[in-house]
Nanobody
């Protein structure tokens, strides 16, 4: 499964951004999708995840209420809408996919497939 993330950029604090991740893989509907981020000099952290049918979502504590994950199984894409951006949201954002049993996954080790990352930089 090859994942391609896009949509990053330089944004002012309080602004919004929409990240998108797509794949050409045939097993899209069997994959749990997630977003992670890695701030400069820090560990990769969980941002959000969505179940195979899009009916269940999960968010990291620092983004809950500001970020929204969604997926379109016809287009084979997963989006991350980011609102009210803060400088601490600056990071490389990665989309990831998991074929493992479960509804959503919140740990990086449970994802087998990763996109290349897209940089989000928030200026104050």
């Amino acid at each position: 499964v090859q994942l391609q993330a896009s949509g990053g950029g330089l944004v002012k604090a309080e602004g919004s951004l929409r990240l998108s991740c797509g794949t050409s893989g045939r097993i899209w509907n069997s994959l749990i999708m997630g977003w992670f981020r890695q701030p400069p000099g820090k560990e990769r952290e969980f941002v959000a995840a969505v179940s195979r049918n899009g009916g269940t979502t999960s968010y990291g504590a620092s983004v809950k209420g500001r970020f929204t994950i969604s997926r379109d199984n016809d287009k084979k894409t997963v989006d991350l809408q980011i609102n009210t951006l803060k400088p601490e949201d600056t990071a490389v954002y990665y989309c990831a996919a998991s074929s493992k049993i479960g509804v959503v996954k919140e740990t990086a080790l449970e994802y087998e497939f990763w996109g290349q990352g897209t940089q989000v930089t928030v200026s104050s």
